[in-house]
């Protein structure tokens, strides 16, 4: 008796291994893994550009990315991670340099701009030259960020250290009297790959092509596994996915709740209490976390949380630690509502219009992977016209990843959308209001409904995996 149990034991054991092995062998790849650092480097604090007389200088510049050896082929705005703020209603004007040894030019991403000012790969500004930006911000407050964006080099240029964040504040948020100042902090998260001497990686295998580069080293504002001290006080971040391509689960390490207040074009309704929540390249999110509970020499980390995004999200990794260093009395409460948004009714939509994203092509590879990095089937090209719309008309646009194995975070040009339903999927409170970047994880279908601008001319949808975009996940969509 006891001698049949314990084989039957074993032969469970050994059908589960054999389950195990051959779903791995099929369908699971491990990709880079983050390696933490010691948490002994002072977070930067970027500090903010005045709006006006700007010159933005795009240049070879060193950086201290890790905490012994200084970065010497970075290459960045300003020699920095810069920060600009503006005002809701006014002119923005800037003088960019490009004094790189390659083309680019300067997309703000998420600002709605005038076709040309957008920074489409079309328009690049020659090594040595410059351009001169301008325009008029019509938006509300909101956490946006900008970046080069020249055809199949986005991505290198981007990972070497060119983007900046661009903060438009109005009186709407101004009035709700949010945690400022030394209060107010800025984290750039991204993941990057380091030479031996300190000098940045960027060489792209075959697995790196097909899920995007992926880096060994967790940087916030471009200082590997930093730290913050931290007041018993509510603190405003404002953060954004700058990687290449890796997607955050974002938590506490006290399992804690946070706040978020924000996302990619501004204020939600009201905050969202919640305990983790995913941002995808390209995405940002506004929260606020709440370290009055805590005593002076408390340590809690911000942390990535492991979660279901095969290949992208197995491992869990601290990336910020805060150290609680001061006492001092907080009087700010969550307000109850942040402000107040109208949802587009999609009965008025001109009509919904298909995007499919890429699917497995059933090749010779045991692996499961999709295949060429496609739009509807079409890789990029920078003189086609992919679709037509009208300006001023409301539109559904349907992403569709029903067939695909990878996620992908997609995003518009010149407008912002509302997600209108997922498919497969959980629409987050934290990924209602406005948004320009929405991810699609493996299997989802998602529809998003937006209101065309009277900015005529060719704008950009396209997968924000840079790797992806580079190798073609994009379209050109005109507004007529
Ligand atoms: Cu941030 Cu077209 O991208
Ligand atoms: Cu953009
Ligand atoms: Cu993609």
């Given at each position: 008796?006891?001698?049949?149990?314990?084989?039957?034991?074993?032969?469970?054991?050994?059908?589960?291994?054999?389950?195990?092995?051959?779903?791995?062998?099929?369908?699971?790849?491990?990709?880079?893994?983050?390696?933490?650092?010691?948490?002994?480097?002072?977070?930067?604090?970027?500090?903010?550009?005045?709006?006006?007389?700007?010159?933005?200088?795009?240049?070879?510049?060193?950086?201290?990315?890790?905490?012994?050896?200084?970065?010497?082929n970075s290459l960045l705005?300003?020699?920095?991670?810069?920060?600009?703020?503006?005002?809701?209603?006014?002119?923005?004007?800037?003088?960019?340099?490009?004094?790189?040894?390659?083309?680019?030019?300067?997309?703000?991403?998420?600002?709605?701009?005038?076709?040309?000012?957008?920074?489409?790969?079309?328009?690049?500004?020659?090594?040595?030259?410059?351009?001169?930006?301008?325009?008029?911000?019509?938006?509300?407050?909101?956490?946006?960020?900008?970046h080069p964006h020249p055809h199949m080099e986005t991505a290198e240029q981007a990972y070497m250290g060119l983007a900046g964040m661009f903060i438009v504040n109005d009186d709407e948020e101004k009035s709700l009297q949010l945690p400022s100042g030394e209060f107010e902090i800025p984290l750039v998260f991204s993941d990057k790959k380091f030479n031996e001497d300190g000098t940045?990686?960027?060489?792209?295998?075959?697995?790196?092509?097909?899920?995007?580069?992926?880096?060994?080293?967790?940087?916030?504002?471009?200082?590997?596994?930093?730290?913050?001290?931290?007041?018993?006080?509510?603190?405003?971040?404002?953060?954004l996915n700058g990687s290449n391509a890796r997607i955050f689960d974002i938590a506490l390490s006290n399992g804690a709740s946070y706040y978020v207040i924000g996302n990619d074009g501004g204020l939600l309704e009201k905050p969202v209490m919640l305990t983790h929540a995913l941002l995808s390249?390209?995405?940002?999110?506004?929260?606020?976390?709440?370290?009055?509970?805590?005593?002076?020499?408390?340590?809690?980390?911000?942390q990535n949380n492991?979660?279901?995004?095969?290949?992208?999200?197995?491992?869990?990794?601290?990336?910020?630690?805060?150290?609680?260093?001061?006492?001092?009395?907080?009087?700010?409460?969550?307000?109850?509502?942040?402000?107040?948004?109208?949802?587009?009714?999609?009965?008025?939509?001109?009509?919904?219009?298909?995007?499919?994203?890429?699917a497995p092509h059933s090749g010779h590879s045991g692996m499961h992977m999709d295949g060429s990095h496609t739009i509807n089937g079409l890789s990029y090209d920078i003189s086609r016209i992919d679709e037509s719309v009208k300006a001023g008309d409301i539109e559904i646009w349907e992403f569709d990843n029903s067939m695909g194995m990878d996620p992908h975070p997609m995003h518009i040009h010149g407008v912002q959308f509302q997600i209108i339903d997922k498919m497969n999927g959980n629409l987050e409170e934290y990924e209602k209001g406005w948004k320009d970047t929405v991810l699609l994880k493996k299997g989802e279908k998602v529809r998003v409904i937006m209101q065309f601008p009277n900015e005529k001319g060719i704008f950009l949808v396209h997968c924000h995996n840079l790797e992806h975009e580079d190798d073609g996940m994009m379209l050109n969509f005109q507004i007529q």
């Open positions: 008796m006891k001698h049949t149990t314990k084989f039957s034991n074993q032969f469970v054991i050994f059908i589960f291994l054999i389950l195990t092995y051959s779903c791995a062998d099929d369908s699971v790849i491990s990709l880079t893994q983050i390696h933490e650092g010691n948490f002994i480097s002072a977070l930067p604090i970027p500090s903010t550009i005045n709006p006006q007389n700007l010159t933005l200088e795009a240049k070879p510049s060193p950086w201290k990315f890790l905490q012994d050896l200084t970065t010497k705005y300003n020699s920095t991670l810069p920060v600009i703020k503006i005002n809701s209603g006014d002119l923005f004007n800037v003088n960019f340099k490009n004094e790189l040894n390659n083309s680019s030019n300067i997309h703000w991403h998420g600002v709605l701009t005038p076709a040309k000012m957008d920074g489409h790969p079309k328009d690049l500004v020659a090594p040595g030259s410059n351009m001169n930006y301008a325009f008029k911000i019509k938006q509300r407050a909101a956490t946006l960020w900008f940045l990686r960027y060489a792209l295998g075959s697995i790196d092509k097909h899920y995007g580069y992926l880096g060994d080293k967790m940087l916030v504002n471009y200082t590997e596994s930093p730290y913050l001290n931290v007041k018993t006080k509510f603190y405003r971040f404002r953060m390249p390209g995405e940002r999110l506004d929260v606020l976390i709440d370290f009055s509970r805590l005593n002076v020499g408390d340590t809690i980390y911000l492991s979660n279901t995004i095969e290949g992208y999200g197995e491992q869990s990794y601290k990336i910020l630690r805060f150290i609680v260093t001061e006492k001092e009395n907080e009087v700010f409460s969550i307000p109850g509502s942040l402000s107040s948004i109208t949802n587009l009714n999609p009965a008025n939509a001109a009509r919904t219009r298909i995007f499919r994203l890429p």
